[in-house]
Each structure stands twice: as C-alpha cells, then as structure tokens.
C-alpha cells in the first residue's frame, strides 16, 4: 500500500515552459486535492476533485488546470511557467466526497513536488 | 473569512518540556479543526482533530481543545521528544464552505 504517490520529486522550468505534475492513490478515496506550500503562507488550495470526473477551483487556481484522469490520478498541469509558481506542489487524497462531509476527512499526503521556475 | 493563525516560530524546547503551539480561528459557522505535522522532507500527516465545540483531540500525546468562546485550538504535549521535532500546522474547514484553510505553520526543535 503505497498511499499518495507524486512524480516527479524535482522540476527546474524555464519561464513559459510547461509540465505536469502526477499524482495517484492506492487507497480507493473520492476525493483528491493539489496544494501550493510557500515560505511563511503554510499550504493553499489550488484545485480539489470531489470525485471521478469532477473538479473545483481552491483559493489560488490561477494559472492551472488539473484532470482527474480516473479515481486513482489527479494531474496539474502548468501550461506557461511563471518565476511565481516556484513553491512546493503537494497533492492529497480523502475517503468521501468533497462537500458531503468529506472535508473533515482526514487527508493523506503525497510527499510533494519542488518545482523551481527559473 | 476564513482563517486561522499560528504562533510564529521557530521554537526550540529541551526533551522532556511543556509544548504549546497557539492557534486562533476566523470561520462562518462552525468549523472542524485540524493540527497535521510535516516531519523533514514529508508529506503532512493528521496529528488529531475536532469537529465540534468542547471536543478535545488527541494522540500520541498530543492535545488540542475546540474553544468557540475564544475561538482558539491550541496543541500541548506535556513532555516533548527529540522525535516530535517538525512543523505543525493548525487548520480549518467551514462547515458552510468547500475551502481547507491551513496556517503558517511553527517549526518545533527538541534538543536532548
């Protein structure tokens, strides 16, 4: 059981280049979520997926787009890479839907993508 | 809004002393709270939680009172080890909203 997975562990982009970021869970949760983790701001919401085939913004979706490919994988995706997305990307996973009180799941942490934008 | 703040870090305690991490809230309605830890180089675990007003969390140790009057969620251990150096973060979610709120986190070392 190797709970959140994320790939890769490391990312240097140049300004204007594009990645994705994976993510996948063994555990069969509903919901899945990507984070931003920056010095003195603790971790942000960028995008959460309640369930298979839905996706929500969080409260700093500017600038990317995510896919929830089937239950097991959330993606995000940076199109144009900007020297303000530097951060460490960390995704997670709960057991029940998002907004069905699945936010007071507990959630699983992967152990994160240092992306650095150059 | 929603919001909570953390006591600024770093703290450094010797093995054996008392933890407080302070965390106060802002929330619409009736939040549940959170304390997860991120040891070095890892995700964030769940250390405890609180889903209603009076409900006291705990584990490994570790305590936290849901306090509505003060709006606070405060962490304490009464004896802390070099194992429990890490970060601790405070969090919310507004049973009204669909948004997880973390603080800044406080670093904690424990030097023997």
């Known amino acids: 059981n190797a709970g959140v997975t994320q790939t890769p562990k490391f990312q240097v982009l140049k300004t204007g280049q594009s990645m994705t970021l994976q993510c996948a869970q063994d555990?069969?949760?509903?919901?899945m979520y990507w984070y931003r983790q920056d010095p003195g701001m603790g971790l942000r919401l960028i995008y959460y997926?309640?369930?298979?085939?839905?996706?929500d913004k969080g409260e700093v979706p500017n600038g990317y787009n995510v896919s929830r490919l089937n239950k097991r994988e959330f993606s995000l995706r940076l199109e144009s890479a900007a020297p303000s997305q530097t951060s460490v990307y960390f995704c997670?996973?709960?057991?029940?839907?998002?907004?069905?009180?699945?936010?007071?799941?507990?959630?699983?942490f992967g152990p994160g993508t240092r992306l650095t934008v150059l | 809004g929603n919001s909570v703040t953390q006591m600024e870090g770093p703290v450094t305690l010797s093995e054996e002393a008392f933890l407080t991490i302070n965390c106060t809230y802002t929330?619409?309605?009736?939040?549940?709270l959170f304390w997860y830890v991120q040891y070095p180089g890892e995700g964030l675990q769940l250390l405890l939680k609180?889903?209603?007003?009076?409900d006291k969390g705990s584990n490994k140790g570790f305590e936290a009172t849901y306090r509505k009057e003060t709006t606070s969620f405060h962490l304490e251990k009464g004896s802390v080890q070099v194992s429990d150096s890490a970060v601790y973060f405070c969090?919310?979610?507004?049973?009204?909203?669909?948004?997880?709120?973390f603080g800044t986190g406080t670093s904690l070392t424990v030097i023997p």
């Open positions: 997670a996973s709960s057991e029940n839907p998002a907004g069905t009180g699945g936010w007071t799941d507990t959630q699983y």
């Open positions: 555990m069969n949760h509903n919901s």
């Open positions: 997926s309640a369930s298979e085939g839905t996706t």
């Open positions: 929330a619409t309605g009736y939040p549940s």
């Open positions: 609180a889903t209603k007003a009076d």
């Open positions: 969090a919310l979610v507004s049973n009204t909203g669909n948004q997880f709120y």
